[in-house]
């Protein structure tokens, strides 16, 4: 009987002590391995996307750069709280509602056509929104 309570015991000792913690540290390992592996892919992408920027040069605007912002934040359908010109190439806007997706969309769009950002700063809404403010500059 004390034998098989010893046999059981290290059963027990045995899988709670090497199985489990190693079958854990393995599906951990591999949750991080795809996060990294979704991360570098993302970040291909966006080095690809720069690079096609750079060799594209730069977009002539159609008319000043607040005009411009307006106008693309008004098709994409962003209701712009504030749009304030700092300098001749270099606006500060606020957005106080934008679902994440459709923003950041609207922002690689705008970088593609030659609007770059400069600063910006997300918070999160208490609903599935953000509240956004931002710098952009007209590409040099």
């Known amino acids: 009987m004390i034998l098989a309570m010893l046999a059981l015991l290290a059963v027990v000792i045995l899988w709670a002590g090497i199985i489990r913690p190693v079958s854990d540290g393995l599906a951990s390992s591999r949750e991080r391995y795809d996060d990294a592996v979704l991360r570098l892919a993302s970040t291909r992408a966006r080095v690809d996307a720069v690079k096609r920027a750079q060799k594209l040069g730069a977009v002539?605007?159609?008319?000043?750069?607040?005009?411009?912002?307006?106008m693309r934040a008004d098709e994409a359908g962003f209701a712009l709280a504030s749009l304030d010109a700092d300098s001749p190439g270099s606006v500060r806007l606020t957005i106080a509602t934008a679902r994440p997706a459709a923003f950041f969309a609207w922002v690689a769009s705008l970088e593609a056509q030659g609007i770059l950002v400069d600063d910006l700063a997300v918070t999160p809404n208490t609903d599935q929104t953000v509240g956004v403010r931002m710098t952009l500059k007209a590409r040099a």
């Open 60 to 70: 002539p605007l159609s008319g000043s750069l607040a005009e411009t912002v307006r």
